[in-house]
């Protein structure tokens, strides 16, 4: 606890926290900008291309700065952002493959009625018993949402913090978290936190009365979102680095 305090309590760690709060609120206006680009014309196309690869790398940069600030020993925010931005193009692709995954996952969710159907209707062949095709599909669900929030983070989070320090080869790093029995808690419920529960504070709409309430409780459910958007990934940053091989000053003087 005390290293925890001592990590989140120093002038570094203040910076960094200002930074990252005030670069998701770039990135989000960047990428509300985006969404409104036309594509009608070939020159719109292009510049919607090139607003979504600086997106891309102002995420990866932002995000991959928060892990290489705990792994390194002297934890200097510039240090940090600039060796995130040293590994970018590592970053950008397992980026680019962790997105892959959740899509090919969102698919499996689609398609996922099917075989549960098929499976359902084998059981009650087998068994003799009714087994209704949504029985099974809810154990898909179950599945599926264990592979989400868990599984590939806790594989994939510690290989993308060891590649915002150390490059390719932190590749090396997938999976190395897996026999953290606490991560398996850790990385899920912060996950959760700063995903789930602020989308659910977004889509609250309390019976307020007025517009002006209204709109005065979609701003505090907005800011309190953000807040803890930033904060829990702020934190699972630190439990993903914990532990890891520290940044080592001449390697990083070396490279810059």
């Not at 995420?59 to 705990?70: E, K, R, S």
């Not at 680019?96 to 098929?118: C, E, K, N, Q, V």
Request: proline content about 5%; glycine content about 6%.
């Amino acid at each position: 606890m005390s290293q925890v305090m001592s990590a989140f309590t120093t002038r570094s760690f203040s910076r960094l926290a200002l930074l990252h709060v005030v670069a998701n609120a770039i990135l989000l206006s960047l990428g509300y900008y985006w969404l409104g680009v036309g594509e009608s014309r070939a020159l719109t196309v292009a510049w919607s291309a090139c607003l979504a690869i600086v997106i891309a790398i102002l995420t990866c940069c932002c995000y991959g700065a928060a892990l290489v600030y705990f792994q390194a020993g002297d934890r200097e925010t510039s240090l940090a952002w600039r060796t995130a931005l040293r590994n970018i193009i590592p970053l950008v692709s397992v980026a680019a493959m962790a997105g892959a995954i959740y899509w090919l996952l969102h698919r499996w969710s689609d398609y996922s009625g099917t075989p549960a159907f098929s499976i359902a209707s084998f059981l009650t062949l087998k068994l003799r018993t009714p087994i209704k095709p949504p029985s099974v599909q809810r154990i898909f669900n179950v599945a599926l949402w264990i592979v989400r929030w868990a599984v590939v983070p806790v594989l994939l989070l510690p290989a993308v913090a060891a590649i915002a320090t150390r490059g390719w080869d932190g590749m090396r790093e997938i999976g190395s978290h897996a026999r953290r029995c606490l991560y398996w808690l850790e990385a899920p419920l912060l996950l959760l936190c700063g995903f789930w529960i602020p989308l659910m504070l977004l889509g609250w709409v309390p019976s307020v009365g007025t517009f002006t309430m209204e709109t005065l409780s979609f701003v505090v459910r907005a800011a309190l979102a953000y807040l803890l958007f930033a904060g829990a990934w702020l934190l699972l940053a630190f439990v993903t680095s914990a532990g890891s091989p520290r940044l080592t000053q001449p390697s990083t003087t070396d490279s810059l």
